[in-house]
């Protein structure tokens, strides 16, 4: 009997600094009209998420959404041509942008997005509780890691494939059996 193993890696997953294996993102502070301790704590820790993230590089500006949005004369809610301008202007590939507003007593709702240069762009909308005001709670945190997971399909499953002759046997992942092998395949 063959016993193939793959192992994968549990340890926490780091952002890298600037090469040319991690791609820059900036997360550019959230737009709000009536939530701006919510917005900036989402941001920030949004920025912290990019951070911890292997494979991005969080790159940062001093500009906000906002000015931008004022400087390149974008519509209130930037549109495709305004988003294009923008990245221009950060001379960016990448970068996270959202509106946050109070739909709700006791809520906030966040829609952000992922603009990539010459793709479409990536929305993720989450509402949570008013209260998560500080970027180190922990809630805030799971809610800034759920986004921005998702914004760049962090946890998308795969499929692995194995090649062993042409015996049969069990496919174990740390330990687990998670298939099985047929004519080594």
Known sequence: MLTASASLLSRTARAE???NRAAPIYVLQILTDDSDDQAESLTQ???????????????ETPQSLETLAIALKCPPRPDAPCLQRIGDQLRADHYIWGVMVKK???EVT????LWN???????VSETFNENLKDPSD????AVAAR???????????????????????????????????????
Not at 110 to 113: E, R
Not at 138 to 141: D, S
């Open 17 to 19: 600094s600037p090469n």
């Open 45 to 59: 820790a949004m920025r912290a998420r990019a951070r911890q993230v292997r494979g991005w590089s969080l790159a």
């Open 104 to 106: 709700k007593p006791g």
């Open 110 to 113: 966040a829609d952000m997005h």
């Open 117 to 123: 240069r010459g793709k479409a762009e990536t929305e």
């Open 138 to 141: 922990e809630g805030l945190r």
């Open 147 to 185: 986004v921005f997971d998702q914004l760049i399909g962090a946890g998308a499953g795969g499929t692995l494939v194995i090649h062993a002759g042409t015996g049969g046997g069990s496919v174990l992942v740390d330990g687990v059996p998670r298939g099985t092998l047929d004519e080594g395949t």
